[in-house]
């Protein structure tokens, strides 16, 4: 099985194994083998770092992705006459002595994975081949395009601007070698740390092999079991990073195209925003904000006084996002480049010269953000926009993109592979860094936002992204077209990216390139208020795209969606508080929560948003009724409160107004009035609509904070237990406070009971006078006092 371009000779490749000795010091175990060296790590009983290397015992690396390393000791090694045996509280490997091939067990003796070949080094890669059975399906690998289930299909991990990306198009703009097999009872995931080339081939040349090559020397691998797959994105995302709380506002809608300048255009917008009663917290300034495209400045006549502007819109409740690019435009009279040039910044050919590529401001040079001092120097740089009053930046091109390499070939456009890096002390060529140049470029970013704006939180958007991005940054997916095509690809594709560690994705609403339709817009806007990441965005030579430009009818479709999202920021900003403590994704697949229900493991066109609402769009035009189906348990339409069987297909309404939506019953779902911007007024209630599963229970564990400081790091927060329990008897409602450090300024909560059976039993019935009571087409509402303490009702 061969997957790198450059086909290799089989004689080339050397044999791993015969082993001749092992060793063991701490959590790591050393193997000599005729072909090499093999390192074992142990991490925690569920996660090992398999590392090998044909020349030498592999040394630490420094890493991007991993910023945090476990290490566990509590196992055993013991060797028999053919192999050598490691066993972990979970887990037992066993390494080959003649081969050095290795085969991973559970407890129950499953075999989890196994080599199917001896590793193989050509001239240029090191490949590995795994056996692979008919029941695995492969999940993860940040964003490619395909389906949910990646079998039988190749890929490469090689960041690249694609300026269309058809439904095999590949390699897209991000990296992230994590592969997630599933086999329905367990699941593992293989993470492969490198930054350079790396091909997937899931069982294309082989029918019973799953394999990846690097282009490297070294192999440097994570085990991790889950079982489950939940299990493995939290170790894997224990291991990379989680994403830090974002500003409130930054879920919110954000409203972008190529094209919104000069600063009469983006006032304009921003009334017409407020004027139409359609909610906006964030607009979006591409890269015509610029003098020339050079990077940290502003066309002072398209932009006259940017920190008025800025002011004048953040009273409107407007928040500004520009756009940073990493080419540095070539101009002796430009301070950014001549202080690059000087302070020895930027990428440089190996003969010391610095590279000039082609971007949007022609010659340009590449920030070598590999170097620490580098990546301090761009920080301070944003003074320029944060020093502004800009609230957010959005990193593109970081592929990074370069024109001046042969246009016919995309696969090349970027900067050469043999441009020297500095690598923080450990120089190496491009090629092997360069899967994390957009990582990088958005730590530094982040850095940006940690001197200008302390206290702050920081607001950045990156297009390319390697394994840990979700450390710094939300990402989107890049230049698509306003294709339903495209609709319906970005299903799967973000909710690849979800599993992949990165909860924060979203792609541009109604489409990047080409002009939109009515019907497409609308059923966009739909599926985007129910994306963790939330902006429209067009092309400068698109007809215009803003919710308005298509007639009342999906005007008021696009506001009534907007508004919804608005509701119902308590319940997201709630599921990203959940992704900050356990990585997991906001909008996932159904496979995450119902594994053992085949039909899910390879649905592509409904997604669950968080953990109590399914959402099954419309992605074809002239779709009127659509087949839906729910998984295990009970479901009630979001809009009529039918309640639904789970495990069961059904034909669901579907004019052009309704998202076809379901929420679980036992979800307590939280929600406030729509406003027309985050903080435009303090909400006096918090409404939560309690649906009880077949027990009659619902629960639900509510965060709040400041959404916007650090402060919760410091303890100002709230967490409050709400759990319900109705029966023949009556109904019982909970309210306790867990943590209590945030002072909400709430004064009430209103309790919306749905699906309780004997609701018309109790209409009228009396109930204390302090309560405000009502029934509502069979929902029960009541409205209590929020006094911060613990209630029972
Ligand atoms: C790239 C980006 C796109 C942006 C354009 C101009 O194509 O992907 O979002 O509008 O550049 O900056």
Redesign the pocket.
């Known amino acids: 099985m061969l997957m790198s371009e450059t086909r290799l000779e089989a004689g080339r490749y050397w044999r791993s194994g015969a082993g001749k000795g092992w060793e063991r010091k701490g959590n790591l175990v050393f193997f000599d083998c005729a072909g090499g060296f093999l390192r074992l790590a142990v991490l925690c009983g569920h996660c090992l770092r398999v590392t090998f290397n044909p020349d030498h015992r592999p040394t630490e690396r420094p890493s991007v992705a991993v910023v945090n390393m476990p290490s566990c000791e509590a196992f055993t090694v013991e060797q028999t006459d053919d192999r050598i045996m490691l066993r972990t509280d979970e887990l037992t490997v066993e390494v080959a002595k003649e081969t050095a091939r290795i085969k991973i067990s559970d407890s129950q003796g499953h075999v989890l994975s196994e080599d199917a070949d001896d590793l193989g080094w050509g001239r240029r890669t090191v490949r590995c081949t795994k056996v692979m059975d008919e029941e695995m399906h492969f999940y993860g690998l940040g964003e490619k395009t395909g389906f949910l289930d990646k079998r039988g299909r190749k890929y490469l991990l090689w960041n690249t601007d694609v300026p269309v990306h058809t439904p095999t198009k590949d390699p897209l703009y991000k990296s992230i070698p994590l592969l997630l097999c599933f086999r329905g009872e367990w699941a593992t995931g293989t993470f492969i740390d490198y930054t350079g080339r790396i091909w997937f081939d899931l069982g294309v040349e082989a029918h019973d092999r799953y394999g990846f090559e690097v282009e490297n020397r070294e192999l440097d691998y994570y085990f991790i079991y889950g079982p489950d797959l939940k299990r493995i994105i939290t170790t894997y995302t224990g291991l990379t990073g989680r994403i830090e709380l974002p500003p409130l506002w930054a879920l919110g809608y954000q409203q972008s195209r ?1 094209g919104y300048y000069p600063e009469a255009v983006v006032r304009n917008l921003a009334a017409t925003f407020r004027q139409k009663d359609i909610p906006c917290d964030v607009i979006y300034l ?2 015509d904000y610029m003098d020339g495209y050079r990077v940290f400045t502003w066309d002072r006549e398209r932009f006259p006084d940017p920190g008025r502007l800025m002011a004048d819109l953040r009273a409107q409740g407007f928040k500004i996002v520009t ?1 940073v690019n990493p080419g540095v435009k070539k101009d002796p009279d430009y301070e950014v480049y001549v202080e690059g040039v000087r302070r020895n910044l930027f990428c440089r050919w190996v003969t010391g010269e610095v590279y000039h590529g082609r971007v ?1 401001p022609g010659e340009a040079a590449f920030p070598d953000f590999t170097k620490e001092e580098t990546r301090a120097w761009w920080a301070e740089k944003h003074h320029a926009l944060l020093g502004n009053g800009v609230a957010g930046i959005w990193n ?2 970081n592929e990074p993109s370069d024109f001046s390499s042969p246009s016919e070939n995309r696969m090349l456009a970027t900067v050469p592979d043999d441009l020297m890096v500095e690598n923080d002390g450990h120089p190496c060529p491009f090629g092997r860094v360069h899967n994390a140049y957009g990582l990088q470029m958005c730590r530094s970013t982040h850095e940006a936002f940690r001197r200008l704006r302390p206290g702050e939180r920081p607001f950045i958007l990156t ?1 390319a992204a390697y394994a840990g991005i979700q450390r710094y940054a939300a990402v989107w997916t ?2 698509n077209c306003s294709w339903w095509e495209h609709l319906a690809m970005s299903l799967p594709l973000h909710m690849n990216i979800g599993l992949s560690g990165v909860p924060f994705v979203g792609g ?1 609403v109604g489409g ?1 390139k080409e002009d939109s339709t009515p019907e497409l817009f609308a059923r966009w806007v739909q599926v985007g208020a129910f994306t963790p990441f939330f902006r429209a ?1 067009s ?1 400068y030579n698109t007809r215009p795209h803003e919710p308005w430009a298509w007639g009342p009818r999906v005007e008021e479709i696009c506001r009534r969606y907007i508004k919804l999202r608005y509701a119902l920021l308590p319940y997201l900003y709630n599921e990203f508080y959940r992704a900050s403590q356990t990585g997991l994704p906001i909008m996932r697949p159904l496979v995450l929560d119902y594994p053992e229900d085949e039909r899910t493991h390879n649905l592509n066109g409904e997604f669950l948003w968080g953990e109590s609402f399914l959402v099954a769009p419309v992605t074809q035009p002239g779709v009127v009724k659509q087949c839906v189906y729910l998984p295990e348990g009970v479901w009630f339409d979001y809009w009529t409160d039918r309640r639904y069987e789970g495990k069961n297909d059904y034909l669901v309404d579907a004019p052009l107004e309704i998202l076809p939506l379901f929420v679980k019953a036992g979800a307590i779902i939280p929600s406030v009035p729509a406003v027309n911007y985050v903080g435009e007024k303090q909400p006096e209630f918090l409404q939560l609509d309690v649906s009880p599963d077949a027990h009659g229970t619902a629960r639900y564990t509510f965060y709040e904070d400041d959404g916007l400081t650090q402060r919760y790091r410091e303890g100002e927060y709230n967490l409050i237990d709400f759990s319900c329990r109705a029966s023949g008897e009556g109904l019982l409602f909970r309210i306790e406070p867990v943590v209590m450090g945030y002072s909400s300024g709430r004064k009430s909560y209103r309790l919306r009971f749905h699906g309780l059976p004997w609701a018309w039993e109790i209409n009228g019935m009396e109930v204390p006078a302090e309560f405000g009571f009502r029934v509502d087409r069979g929902i029960i509402e009541i409205e209590i006092p929020d006094e911060g303490q613990a209630v029972n009702i």
């Open positions: 190529w591409d890269i756009i949007w593109d091109m297009r890049g230049d541009d990047f965005h092309m």
